[in-house]
Each structure stands twice: as C-alpha cells, then as structure tokens.
C-alpha cells in the first residue's frame, strides 16, 4: 500500500491570510502527482496534475509546486477566501495506472 | 454534457443483501476506477480498469467485484453487503496514462443495516 501524506489535516485561517499545504510521496516510481479541490456535497474537481520534478503550476491564487526527488508537493493559495473553504486532496500516481489518495486537508476560511 | 453518471445517488440495504452500483461515461475514457470515501481516510481506491476487459484491485478490495464490457460501463458489485461497506462511492474516469485528471461521478450513498 502506498503511502501518500497529507499535512495538515485542518486549517482555520482568516480572509486575506495566504497559506499552504503539504503532499507527501513515495519517491521511487513516480508517474504523477494530482491536486483536487473538494467542496461539501460535491464531488472532487482537479486543480493541477503535475509530472516533472520542479514543475509548478498556477491557476488564479493557487499554485502548486513539486519536488519529486524528495517526495513531496506544495499547494499554496494567496489571500484565501471564503469560496476556498474545502477539502484538498492529493493523489500519486505511478505507471501501471493505479491513483492512490492523501487523507485531505480540510482548509476553512473565516470572513 | 454527462461526464460520469453513477446510480443510485442513495440506497439502504440489509446485511447480506446484494446489488450493483452503476458507472457510466461518455467521454471514451480507458480508465475507470471505484473509490469510497470514509470520514478521516480519504478515498481510499476499490477497484479499477485500464480499458475493456482489464481489472485490477485497488487498497481495499475484500467484498466487491467488478467488470468491464464496455469502454463506457464499470459496475461495482456488493455480493453481500455488510455494515462495514456502509460508505459514499466515487466512481471516476480518466483517459489512459496517469498524467490526464480524474473525472468523477456524484457519489452513491450506501447504508448497510
């Protein structure tokens, strides 16, 4: 079973504070790392998929980075606003295919 | 457009009864996969396929089997459900290659009494 690490598991953080989580992987077979946005009853939606050790993507005030050297993903989003309240997931992928999940952090943001 | 439909969206079931949940999409998509989601363990992966005729175990497999006819159709069937299967299912798609996004369905909500 893979391991795949997600850190921290919850965030409270104010309107306008920047912030950031962390995706942690197994270093060795890496295909892809994946982030996904989870809001309340909804299903997850992808935010980035990323395949080159360095990689760093962007979409509006989330980005993320990837080191897969060492095995781990940053996802940091830049003056957080309510509509950022959800769960973020990360997902490893490797090549035979399979996509193996983090557990999420679950990010509130306060008005 | 569908995308990935899954049904039934909710259903009650007593221990030792069987059915399927369905998993349909339309984006000709080769891979398919079957998750569920507990609070506190994420989504934690079934069961998936590679493309028609192609299934492969995922973490938790013990209590479900699937098949693959078709490109668009991936069941997922409880043989005998127990309290322990009570969970929300995700079924979602991607084209071939780890490097395309997950597209997934609305979940099923499955209780176990």
Redesign the interface.
Known sequence: ?LNVEQSPQSLHVQEGDSTNFTCSFPSSNF??L?W?RWETAK????LF?M?LNGDEKKKGRISATLNTKEGYSYLYIKGSQPEDSATY?C?F???Y????????TILTVHP | NAGVTQTPKFQVLKTGQSMTLQCAQDMNHEYMSWYRQDPGMGLRLIHYSVGAGITDQGEVPNGYNVSRSTTEDFPLRLLSAAPSQTSVYFCASRMQGNTGELFFGEGSRLTVL
Request: proline share 4%.
């Open positions: 079973i295909y892809a994946h996904y299903s997850p939606e992808a998929v395949t997931l997902a992928g490797t090549s295919g399979k996509l193996t999940f983090g557990q999420g």
